[in-house]
């Protein structure tokens, strides 16, 4: 019998063969600072790149639109169970398909449009689908946000209670993107209570240090939490939804029919290896040397005269004020690149600079702890971090740093990708 021509994809596709070669390559021999960013385990790449790709199973286990479902609901079942250990949580969603669209699922649960709502601005450290102007959220919504004292950069919860009092928002989001801080859920929880709001915790930044402990958890305190799975938890691209029992059925209709279709199965594979991992003790080690690396580095670049906001972390990522050192963070992160540190520029809180092209650097320790590297390599890591921006023009200064960088990195190679 003739068997169906089916090669590698090496013969089948060389150009993207070669594309994925050249990342495997790039995140190998790169300091990863993309504080969002991580590896996933070689066990959590096979899940996700398995043939659980190919069912459709629209609904839920046990009530699904198609037949066939003998092995994905089991795959869901596990995740679910498992996510619930984790995080000690009465339900999860495990279907949204990343960390945007479990947020619209969450507005879709408990809103109508027009409806106030309130979450942190974007240029305080915020997600866009906090309500942010240029997002369906703020389009859709009546959005109120509120932002960080001028004098500490820390959350601004009489402006919270404030704005809540004036507006009484259906929804209240606490969870940033660039903030680093402990977030206060009790404190939200108390302003929301006093206006008849549902407190929403977007946690897809801190998941995996809330997963060990190491950042506090507001299961208990948000009546719903949402998250991706892919930043410090370790899991592949994807969202997900936890919440109590009382707004299980509407967090569940409106994922799904509300806003998907069939859920993405070999994510859910994915998801669920990942939260075996994050049971496991290695994982608490794991978060904690996360936080601490991330403080170590910025007590090394508070001691080169890099400014920091708020003055330090209490989480993974740091964000940098580079007015000091006199060069704007779009420039910092070019040149940082050529020499194989990868960052991103960002706003600051009250930033004089525009968004294109702001004042701030931010930097996380997550895919760097991910490879094993600890306080030595922070120092250096700062040392380098320090030569580039005292010379971002210089090609000679740029070479070496990403000579010793690439150095530095082959003695500690990544999860998940083949070493060849
Ligand atoms: C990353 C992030 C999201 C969005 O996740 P995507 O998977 O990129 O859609 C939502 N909220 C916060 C706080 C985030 O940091």
Known sequence: MATLHDPPLAQRDPEIARLIAA??????????????????????????GSVLTNKYSEGYAGKRYYEGQQ??????????????????????NVQPYSGSPANLAVYLAFCQPGDPIMGLGLPAGGHLTHGWNV??????????????????????????????????????????TAYPRIIEFDKFREIADEVGAILCADIAHISGLVAAGVHPSPIGIAKVVTSTTHKTLRGPRGGMILCDAEHAKAIDRAVFPGLQGGPHNHTTAG?????????????EAYARAVVDNAKVLGEALLAKG???????????????DLTPKNIPGKVAAQALDRAGIVANYNSIPFDPRKPFDPSGLRIGTPAITSRGMGADEMRRLADWMDQVLCAPDDPATITRVAGEVEQLCRQFPPPGIPQR
Not at 28 to 42: A, F, G
Not at 71 to 90: H, N, P, Y
Not at 152 to 164: E, G, K
Not at 271 to 283: G, M, S, Y
């Open 306 to 320: 890099v400014s920091l906001v708020t003055g330090g972390t209490d989480n993974h990522l740091l964000l940098l």
């Open 271 to 283: 998801i669920a290896v990942a939260a075996l991992e994050a049971q496991q003790p290695a994982f």
């Open 71 to 92: 092995i994905i609901d089991q795959v869901e079942e596990l995740a679910c169970a498992r996510l619930k250990t984790l995080f000690g949580a009465d339900h999860v």
């Open 23 to 48: 990342e495997e390559l790039r995140e190998t021999v790169k300091l990863r600072l993309i504080p969002s960013e991580n590896y996933v385990s070689r066990a959590v790449l096979e899940a996700s």
């Open 135 to 176: 997002s369906i959220t703020g389009k859709y919504f009546q959005s109120h946000a509120y932002g960080v004292r001028r004098d500490d950069h820390r959350i601004d919860f009489d402006q919270v209670r404030s704005l809540a009092r004036e507006h009484k928002p259906k929804i209240m989001w606490c969870g940033t």
